[in-house]
């Protein structure tokens, strides 16, 4: 069974550059979240993806999107970056329904901005 | 405004005694409730979780126990070993979401 895989694992940008993140889900999953974790703080919700389309949404501004993929992998897109969204961001994957206990997490990109 | 609280940013206790990890949220709609274990350059890995129709839940070495009335629900892990070294991260749902609200997190140190 193959796990939730990201890329890239670290990456440096400045303010007002965009940023990509991919994400590959586990086998036989067909839901992505996206979760945001600042230093010293817990992940944060930003969305859910679910048959290519947004599926649930935090408390994050449409700067944050997202694609998800007939393969089920998906992107993260943050245009106009700010200093703020400096974090690990972590990618999940899980069946639709099967439970909040089922999600597995990748191990993040951790991107900085200077 | 923070809807899942970990007070404590670590914990230290030696090998073989018992670890508490607490939580409290503040949120009535949760239903869920998990914790997760995270090891550096990892993902969070999920541990145990419970239902708010129960006040116990007991896998192995670890033990969560929920008090509604408080909001309050707490890790047991018994005997600590340490390789359960890592952040502890209690999570929140509900109605069946796997839309998560995570705490802070608390570190856990098992001293040999």
């Known amino acids: 069974e193959t796990g939730v895989t990201q890329s890239p694992t670290h990456l440096i940008k400045t303010r007002g550059q965009q940023v990509t993140l991919r994400c590959s889900s586990q086998?036989?999953?067909?839901?992505v979240s996206w979760y945001q974790q600042a230093l010293g703080q817990g992940p944060q919700f930003i969305f859910q993806?679910?048959?290519?389309?947004?599926?649930g949404r935090g408390n994050f501004p449409p700067r944050f999107s997202g694609l998800q993929f007939p393969n089920y992998s998906s992107e993260l897109n943050v245009n106009a970056l700010e200093l703020d969204d400096s974090a690990l961001y972590l990618c999940?994957?899980?069946?639709?329904?099967?439970?909040?206990?089922?999600?597995?997490f990748g191990a993040g990109s951790r991107l900085t901005v200077l | 405004d923070q809807q899942v609280k970990q007070n404590s940013p670590s914990l230290s206790v030696q090998e073989g005694r018992i670890s508490i990890l607490n939580c409290d949220y503040t949120?009535?709609?949760?239903?869920?409730f998990l914790w997760y274990k995270k090891y550096p350059a990892e993902g969070p890995t999920f541990l145990i979780s419970?239902?708010?129709?129960?006040d116990k839940n007991e896998d192995g070495r670890f033990t969560v126990f929920l008090n509604k009335s408080a909001k309050h629900l707490s890790l047991h892990i018994v005997p600590s070993q340490p390789g359960d070294s890592a952040v502890y991260f209690c999570?929140?749902?509900?109605?069946?979401?796997?839309?998560?609200?995570f705490g802070k997190g608390t570190k856990l140190t098992v001293n040999p």
């Open positions: 999940a994957s899980s069946r639709l329904g099967g439970g909040a206990n089922v999600l597995s």
């Open positions: 086998s036989g999953h067909n839901t």
């Open positions: 993806y679910y048959r290519e389309e947004e599926n």
């Open positions: 949120n009535s709609m949760f239903d869920y």
């Open positions: 419970i239902s708010s129709i129960k």
């Open positions: 999570a929140a749902s509900q109605g069946g979401s796997e839309k998560l609200v």
